[in-house]
């Protein structure tokens, strides 16, 4: 069965600290896998997609991903986390750009002063 | 741009009574609209897909006649929870695509039935 895992349901790290989001998935075939991050009040912003090629993807807001088909893993990945960043981060795998989403369980981020 | 919109983003109604929620893309043509249920603390489940001028094409266990979509418009989609109760109080999101577009997500409606 197609899933997305997120081990860590909540983190907290500190300002100007390295932040690594797990997220792991199960699908049949090549996954398009996404980044979104929720704030209160807000859509689901994309942070960063994969489809194919270089398997390290830059984002918006600093953020990186990088996809190991070995692993089965698109670890999330930001060198220095604002306050700003304190948010619901959620993996997602899909058949194509457009398409049906499967979400992980999201991992909320708080930022220490 | 690729903004959606959703209405109300709050609204409570009495347990037995129907509720509309409004989904719209503001500045492009939503050939394709998902809707998907959020629990506190929980992730998105997708509840139904639909395409403008077709029938919604609902996910496995969610009753298709308790949570009637319409996407009568390319910029439109409407979720209407039918004879709501307690346990239909949840967080509804909408998303649009057009053509073989990401997602754009809409900011969400929180309905409380009491």
């Known amino acids: 069965a197609q899933s997305v895992t997120q081990p860590d349901i909540h983190i907290t790290v500190s300002e100007g600290a390295s932040l690594e989001l797990r997220c792991n998935y199960s699908y049949g075939a090549t996954p398009y896998l996404f980044w979104y991050v929720q704030s209160p009040g807000q859509g689901l912003q994309l942070l960063l997609k994969?489809?194919?090629?270089?398997?390290l993807v830059q984002g918006i807001k600093g953020f990186e991903a990088e996809f190991k088909r070995s692993q089965s893993s698109f670890n999330l990945r930001k060198p220095s986390v604002h306050w700003s960043d304190a948010a619901e981060y959620f993996c997602?795998?899909?058949?194509?750009?457009?398409?049906?989403?499967?979400f992980g369980q999201g991992t909320e981020l708080s930022v220490k002063p | 741009g690729a903004v959606v919109s959703q209405h109300p983003s709050w609204v409570i109604c009495k347990s037995g009574t129907s509720v509309k929620i409004e989904c719209r893309s503001l500045d492009f043509q939503a050939t394709t609209m998902f809707w998907y249920r959020q629990f506190p603390k929980q992730s998105l489940m997708l509840m139904a897909t639909s395409n403008e001028g077709s029938k919604a094409t609902y996910e496995q266990g969610v009753e298709k006649d308790k949570f009637l979509i319409n996407h009568a418009s390319l910029t439109l989609s409407t979720l209407t929870v039918t004879s709501a109760h307690p346990e239909d109080s949840s967080f509804y999101i909408c998303?649009?695509?057009?053509?073989?577009?990401?997602?754009?997500f809409g900011p969400g409606t929180r309905l409380t039935v009491t």
């Open positions: 998303s649009a695509r057009t053509g073989g577009s990401e997602q754009y």
């Open positions: 997602a795998v899909g058949e194509n750009q457009g398409g049906k989403l499967i």
């Open positions: 994969y489809f194919s090629g270089d398997t």
